[in-house]
């Protein structure tokens, strides 16, 4: 895969907007994407913003519905048309956030919700302040490792690729506004519900 030079960081702050844009991050198997699924089934008012891809489907993944899935040259393109909100690379492959879709759901005053990595995230921070960042934590790295691997769907090497940044996430679990940890799963559901919904 060609490297692309990594977003600078933002440099323009983005309008005012009418909605809101959340923000949900942390490290790879800790349970975004299953929060997210069952926030999106209780609160279908919430706008998801599916993200962009070079990384193959999994098993089970469709197109438009779970990730775009493009190729590494349409992905470049998009970049250099400006086409994302925020973009990075993550193990081996690139994800970015489509920008028109986002701005346009804000601009119609929903909540628009990303599931995101941290350089992602801390694009959109620096670009949209007043968006609301969340960051899932695991109870421990062991039991991180367990769901990655009993998730069964990555390469032993992506895992290996997974687990270290997983390390430097945490890390930055601070920056964020609000930290949830994910052991039980419906007490983090319902935080992050308490969060959105008061
Ligand atoms: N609280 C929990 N307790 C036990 N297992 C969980 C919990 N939350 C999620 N899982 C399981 O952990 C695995 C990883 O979850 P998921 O795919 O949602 O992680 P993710 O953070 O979205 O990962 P990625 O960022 O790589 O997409 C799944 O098998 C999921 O069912
Ligand atoms: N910066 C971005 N990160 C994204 C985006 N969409 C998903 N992700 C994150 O990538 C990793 C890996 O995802 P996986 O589906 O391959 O397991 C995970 O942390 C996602 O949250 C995006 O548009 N921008």
New binding site residues.
Partial sequence: MQVLPLPSGATTKESPSLGKLIVLT??????????MQKLLQRHPELYYSVSVTTRSPRTGEVNGKNYYFISCSKFEQLVAQGEFLEWAEFAGNYYGTPRAAVLDHIQSGQLVVL?IELEGARQIRASFPSALSIF?LPPSSSELEK??R??GQDSDEAIAC?LHRAQEEIQAAHEFDIQIV????DA?LNEIETVLFG
């Fill in positions: 942390g490290p790879s198997g800790v349970g975004k994407g299953t929060l599931e899932i769901r990655i009993g998730r997974r994910n052991d039980d799963f983090a």
